[in-house]
């Protein structure tokens, strides 16, 4: 399969339109200027593009969301009322999936549908015991039902964003056009580094304070889809990209701004599903990977010098100065994984997560519910906190959901392992794309475990969507048909 395509394609087409509408009232919301007008304007000319081809909203979302982050995702489009872009879009997609299931239906074509199975079953039964939980929660659990409530949206109807992936994405094609367009817009938000660089701090960094010295020069959300977008791009790169010069350039732009977001747990989630993907393709083809990086090391020699010239003489100084004040605090920022000295953020993670640990005690099987708090206190400092604030996403669905809520979570990720695994030994021509997916996978795990992934939309998405990459490669391997009506 052939990841990039020049053709600009119907689907493709429709997308750009969308985006381009719904672009403008999420930009305004960005700087703070909502317009209630523009946005209705907007996402009916969304809603209409979405309408022609469902798979729109799947290219929506993404492209959407890697840009404008929690301006698409959080931002309420009317007022006080909860409900973002992200959500309409969601609804978009699924009412244009039901229209076209009912047209071909109508037309006598034979409608293909999901076929359920354990991957399914798993989330469905997580979903069941949310809604069960957040009962629980509201009966008189909760301690604030806001939270509660924010709680059920993100366990109980983000897994939709799954069901509409694998409902619109029936196609070698479409898998294509969605993975291609997750890595060119990756490489777009490179350009997020280098406005960070010459405004001397990273746009929407102030959401993710530093616990250390330094300053972000790239918001941490963009560096976490900049390094899906690379975990997608590196076996192409290695086993059947021609131009690897460019590409050499590109990942390297991408790394340099991953390591700009001074995310420690982003970097060692990175180097666990970039290890894991390069052990793989060294058994697949050891001989070309090698020549590409001994041919590379050279230019990446040549793009460090070049760089570095440029940045002495361009008339940005003093941002050329403030990348150079950048250095030490990467070393503080690197020596502290190993270490944790003089880290507020780790010493909170070790106190917060033992709190949390004697709250599970209290009340293991079913958890402690949705809305809860929690309080820690270290030498004179004090404070209160809720459960899902406790950057630790797997923690925080066995406190508040119990052993057995935590069992159906687990089993959805042991259920996807499986699937890889088969897919890996099944050994055609997607593999490549397999190992993709599970670098993937392996990235966002790690990383769930030491910040909110799983609490917070504009990332929780993407583990939704992972799932559904897999399960689409699972099925082209022969369990549903390849061509779809309406590719």
Same mark, same amino acid.
């Given at each position: 399969m052939s990841l990039f395509s020049r053709k600009l394609t119907p689907p493709i087409f429709y997308s750009i339109v969308s985006i381009v509408f719904l672009s403008a009232p999420v930009a305004l919301g960005a700087l703070g200027l909502q317009n209630a007008a523009v946005s209705l304007l907007a996402l009916a000319a969304s809603s209409l593009c979405i309408l022609r081809y469902p798979e729109v909203s799947i290219y929506t979302i993404l492209v959407l969301t890697m840009v404008f982050e929690r301006f698409f995702t959080l931002e309420p489009i009317f007022g006080d009322i909860k409900l973002y872009f992200l959500d309409a879009v969601i609804g978009a997609g699924i009412f244009s999936h039901v229209i076209w299931s009912l047209r071909e239906r109508s037309g006598g074509h034979k409608t293909q549908l999901l076929k359920v199975g354990h991957l399914e079953i798993s989330i469905v039964f997580f979903v069941f015991f949310v809604f069960l939980t957040y009962l629980r929660s509201i009966a008189g659990l909760t301690q604030d039902a806001?939270?509660?409530?924010?709680?059920?949206?993100?366990?109980?109807?983000?897994p939709i964003v799954y069901l509409l992936f694998v409902s619109v994405i029936r196609s070698e094609r479409q898998l294509s056009r969605f993975m291609s367009l997750f890595v060119m817009t990756s490489w777009f938000l490179v350009i997020f580094l280098l406005l960070g660089v010459l405004r001397g701090e990273g746009i929407w960094t102030q959401w993710t304070p530093l616990s250390t010295e330094g300053v972000r020069y790239i918001a941490f959300t963009h560096a976490f889809y900049i390094a899906m977008g690379m975990l997608i791009f590196v076996p192409i790169w290695l086993l059947r990209t021609k131009r690897v010069y460019l590409a050499t350039a590109l990942l390297w732009a991408q790394g340099l701004a991953v390591l700009a977001s001074l995310m420690r747990h982003l970097w060692m989630s990175m180097a666990l599903g970039m290890g894991v993907m390069l052990s793989v393709l060294i058994k697949i083809n050891r001989q070309r990977i090698? =020549?590409?990086?001994?041919?590379?090391?050279?230019?990446?020699?040549? /793009?460090?010098?070049?760089?570095? #010239? &440029? %940045?002495?003489?361009?008339?940005?100084?003093?941002?050329?100065?403030r990348l150079g004040d950048f250095s030490q605090p990467l070393i503080n920022r690197i020596a502290s994984v190993s270490t944790g000295l003089g880290d507020q953020s780790l010493n909170w993670r070790v106190y917060a997560w033992?709190?949390?640990?004697?709250?599970?005690?209290?009340?293991?099987?079913?958890?402690?519910?949705?809305?809860?708090?929690?309080?820690?206190? =270290?030498?004179?400092?004090?404070?209160?906190?809720?459960?899902?604030? /406790?950057?630790?996403?797997?923690? #925080? &669905? %066995?406190?508040?959901?119990?052993?057995?809520?935590?069992?159906?979570?687990?089993?959805?990720?042991v259920i996807f392992i499986r699937m890889l695994w088969r897919l890996l030994h099944a050994k055609n021509s997607r593999t490549i794309l397999v190992i993709a997916?599970?670098?993937?996978?392996?990235?966002?795990a790690f990383a769930s475990f030491w910040q909110p992934y799983m609490e917070t939309n504009l990332l929780s998405i993407f583990f939704w969507m992972i799932l559904g990459m897999g399960r689409v490669l699972s099925d082209l391997s022969g369990h549903r048909s390849q061509v779809t009506n309406h590719k």
């Open positions: 806001d939270i509660a409530f924010s709680a059920l949206k993100n366990y109980a109807f983000y090698s =020549i590409i990086f001994k041919r590379n090391l050279g230019l990446l020699f040549f /793009l460090t010098a070049w760089m570095g #010239v &440029i %940045l002495w003489n361009i008339p940005f100084r003093d941002s050329v100065e033992d709190v949390a640990g004697d709250a599970f005690v209290s009340s293991p099987a079913l958890g402690i519910g949705f809305g809860r708090a929690l309080s820690i206190q =270290i030498g004179d400092f004090f404070q209160t906190f809720f459960v899902r604030e /406790l950057h630790n996403s797997p923690l #925080v &669905i %066995l406190v508040q959901m119990g052993a057995v809520g935590f069992a159906f979570f687990l089993a959805i990720h997916v599970l670098g993937l996978y392996l990235n966002f």
